[in-house]
């Protein structure tokens, strides 16, 4: 990777933040090759402050650290993408990005995704999926042939909404099973994705 750190006169680069996961941009920072360098090492993203004239570790008071993911240049080799998975807000406000936006997939199965892995370290008591995953992988797998099956029929008659209802416990039941096998719904499309150029 090559940037032209000497384009600027202070010899910083902007770097834009983007989350691996939502693709959502958390914030704007500024780097020095020491800065990159760091980042490269320790896989957590640091900047160079220019309040503080020292090289800053997103992360280093508030334990909000940025894991890096990836590093590219642009194409003037000025302007670094980072992608990054946050430990939590990025904001020094406690939003979740410094433009106060929810950092969640605009993606509603994807952002279901995320909420049924939260879910699962719930207490049983509290949490549909807690429970349902705390009786094991075959009873998962049940549930989702149980949902296929009420699906099928409803599939035989003329009420739209009985229809939908069913296809949506199938995909929440399906996205479960993917989640108790260690999947995602990334891992399927990845998988379609090849299919589809053959």
Not at 80 to 97: E, Q, R, S, W
Not at 146 to 159: G, R, S, Y
Request: hydrophobic share 40%; net charge negative.
């Amino acid at each position: 990777m090559k940037i032209d750190f000497k384009k600027y006169s202070d010899g910083l680069i902007p770097a834009i933040v983007q989350d691996f996961n939502t693709n959502k941009v958390l914030m704007l920072g500024f780097m020095n090759e020491e800065a990159v360098k760091k980042t490269e090492e320790t896989g957590r993203v640091t900047f160079f402050s220019r309040t503080k004239n020292r090289l800053w570790t997103k992360g280093e008071e508030s334990k909000n650290y940025l894991e890096l993911k990836s590093m590219s240049v642009d194409c003037d080799n000025d302007t670094l993408l980072i992608k990054a998975h946050p430990l939590g807000p990025v904001c020094h406000t406690g939003a979740d990005t410094c433009w106060s936006e929810k950092n969640h997939n605009d993606n509603f199965l994807l952002y279901l995704e995320d909420i049924i892995n939260l879910r699962k370290q719930a207490n049983i008591e509290d949490s549909y999926v807690a429970k349902l995953l705390s009786k094991g992988i075959n009873k998962v797998a049940q549930k989702v042939g149980e949902e296929a099956v009420e699906l099928v029929i409803e599939a035989k008659d003329d009420n739209s909404g009985l229809f939908l209802n069913e296809a949506a416990d199938l995909m929440f039941h399906y996205l479960v099973l993917l989640n108790a096998k260690g999947h995602t719904l990334q891992d399927v499309i990845s998988i379609l994705k090849t299919r589809h150029s053959k």
